[in-house]
Structure formats: C-alpha cells, structure tokens
Nanobody
Framework: QVQLVESGGGLVQPGGSLGLSCTAS????????MGWYRQAPGKERELVAG???????TYAGSAKDRFTISRDNARNTLYLQMNGLRPEDTAVYYC??????????????WGQGTQVTVSS
C-alpha cells in the first residue's frame, strides 16, 4: 500500500505562518518530482510550489517570496513553509508525488488534502 499522508493544516490569522508536511509510505523504489497544490471552493486546483528530485524549485507567483518548499529524501517527506499568510491563501492543500513503485513503473499519487484557513 502506497500512500501520502499530509499534516499541518489549520486556522491561522492573516500574516501568520503555517508549516505543512507530506510523507510517502509503502513499497517505494523512488520519489521523483513532488509538489503542493491547492483548491479553493469554486476554483480549479492550482500548483503552489514544486520541487524536483534534485531540489530544483518552482513557485506560483502568489507564493514566491512567502512560501518555501523543501524535501527530506531520507524520510520521503515533502514540506511547505508558509509565511505572511493571506485570506486568499485559504484552500485545501494537496501534496503530489511521482513515485516509482516497481521497476520502470512510476505513478502520480495525491495526499488526502489538508484545510488551511486564514482568517482573523
């Protein structure tokens, strides 16, 4: 059983900080590209930040300079540190990972989602 488990969501005041984590478990040969996505009510799911297996990062314009994506390959864990949070950051956040689960077999997996609410 391969799964991604997220944690760290919650309620935070505007300007506050929150850290998310996502850990992959199961029979995993490799953890390749990973990323954080979010989906607000009535909106499409969008990429927030991505990171390759070598550590190259990309950010959505709204996340750049406020969010930091990182990974711990030894623990198969993805992180998202969010600072200077705004109400418009409110959404369900999902982690995504491309995992090697067998020889020459790679699949995309999604976490269950964690709610981030920014409100005073």
């Amino acid at each position: 059983q391969v799964q991604l488990v997220e944690s760290g969501g919650g309620l935070v005041q505007p300007g506050g900080s929150l850290g998310l984590s996502c850990t992959a478990s199961g029979t995993i040969f490799s953890v390749n590209d990973m990323g954080w996505y979010r989906q607000a009510p009535g909106k499409e799911r969008e990429l927030v930040a991505g990171i390759t297996s070598r550590g190259t990062t990309t950010y959505a314009g709204s996340a750049k300079d406020r969010f930091t994506i990182s990974r711990d390959n030894a623990r198969n864990t993805l992180y998202l540190q969010m600072n200077g949070l705004r109400p418009e950051d409110t959404a369900v956040y999902y982690c995504k990972a491309n995992l090697g689960i067998a020889f020459n077999v790679r699949r995309d997996y999604w976490g269950q989602g964690t709610q981030v609410t920014v409100s005073s």
